[in-house]
């Protein structure tokens, strides 16, 4: 069975530091990945995907950056935060019957 | 633009009784539908996808799509304190494209 993590499950930061949020897929090779984001109680809107290791494709410019470094990881970062970059951030990935399975998220408060 | 709307934004119903929720897209060319819950805290998870026009059922969850109207619906026998979530409606152009989300309905299910 294919089983999606995100860490951390959550962070506190200030703002102008740097962000690494990580997700990894196990029991599946070369997965769809895809980055989302969502502000408390909002839609999701998604911010990057990725179909092959070490190529990304970014959906909306929000001061972040993605990275796939292996075929079953995805990371998100930045490297200075802004406040309107907290929210929930959720991985997902496309299982075969065309269902987004999402992770548990990365809650992150910037402050 | 919102490409995909819900209604209502908010919805109360008594435990036992049914819930309808709706969603309208304004792009013709989305074809595949979702909808998905999310539990506070947690990330989405897909309830039900229908991609022909018609009824599908799965257990108390019948989804209607109507591809000529652009609109599908979601409707909830029984409701129990448990369906108490953000339920979101998800379209895309393909299978393979990742779905843009509507702005989700708050369901209360009143014990």
């Known amino acids: 069975a294919q089983t999606i993590h995100q860490w951390p499950v959550a962070e506190i930061k200030a703002v102008g530091s740097p962000l690494s949020l990580g997700c990894t897929i196990k029991?599946?090779?070369?997965?769809?990945l895809y980055w989302y984001w969502q502000a408390t109680g909002g839609t999701l809107q998604q911010l990057f995907y990725?179909?092959?290791?070490?190529?990304v494709e970014s959906v909306v410019q929000l001061n972040l950056s993605a990275s796939r470094p292996k075929d079953d990881q995805f990371i998100l970062s930045t490297e200075k935060l802004l406040l309107s970059h907290s929210g929930f951030y959720l991985c997902?990935?496309?299982?075969?019957?065309?269902?987004?399975?999402f992770g548990s998220g990365t809650r992150l408060l910037v402050i | 633009q919102q490409k995909v709307q819900q209604s209502p934004e908010s919805l109360s119903v008594p435990e036992g009784g049914m819930a309808s929720l709706n969603c309208t897209s304004s792009?013709?060319?989305?074809?595949y539908f979702w909808w998905y819950r999310q539990h506070s805290g947690e990330g989405p998870k897909a309830l039900m996808s229908i991609f022909s026009d018609g009824d599908k059922k799965e257990g108390r969850f019948t989804a209607h799509l109507n591809k000529a109207s652009l609109h599908v619906s979601l409707h909830i026998r029984d409701s129990q304190p448990s369906d108490s979530a953000l339920y979101f409606c998800?379209?895309?152009?393909?299978?393979?494209?990742?779905?843009?989300f509507g702005a989700g309905t708050k369901l209360s299910v009143k014990p």
């Open positions: 997902a990935w496309r299982t075969p019957n065309s269902d987004y399975t």
């Open positions: 990725s179909i092959t290791v070490g190529q």
């Open positions: 998800a379209a895309s152009l393909r299978g393979n494209n990742a779905p843009r």
């Open positions: 792009d013709r060319n989305f074809q």
């Open positions: 029991g599946k090779s070369s997965p769809n």
